[in-house]
């Protein structure tokens, strides 16, 4: 994530009158990497891991990919 411009209100409806398929679909994962040089992105993105039950979210900067990479698939496992 590089920037982030909030969403309109419609926008976000849409979102939210999409939230049991998405939720479906999070269920199909165990973990999820965020990319960002910008702390409160980094935070947000793991306090939804919290939030979403079964779903572990681990922030990275940006130029730490092969880490977050290694950290999915279970060889960086200190979460």
């Given at each position: 994530?590089?920037?982030?411009?909030?969403?309109?209100?419609?926008?976000m409806g849409v979102e939210l009158s999409r939230l049991p398929?998405?939720?479906r679909f999070i269920r199909k994962f165990?973990?999820?990497a965020v990319?960002?040089?910008t702390n409160w992105v980094k935070k947000v993105s793991e306090a939804e891991g919290f939030l979403i039950?079964?779903?572990?979210?681990?922030?990275?900067?940006?130029d730490q990919r092969d880490?977050?990479?290694a950290w999915l698939e279970g060889f960086g496992t200190d979460s």
């Amino acid at each position: 994530i590089v920037e982030y411009h909030l969403p309109s209100l419609g926008a976000m409806g849409v979102e939210l009158s999409r939230l049991p398929s998405m939720m479906r679909f999070i269920r199909k994962f165990d973990r999820a990497a965020v990319l960002s040089d910008t702390n409160w992105v980094k935070k947000v993105s793991e306090a939804e891991g919290f939030l979403i039950p079964g779903l572990d979210i681990k922030s990275f900067n940006r130029d730490q990919r092969d880490q977050a990479e290694a950290w999915l698939e279970g060889f960086g496992t200190d979460s």
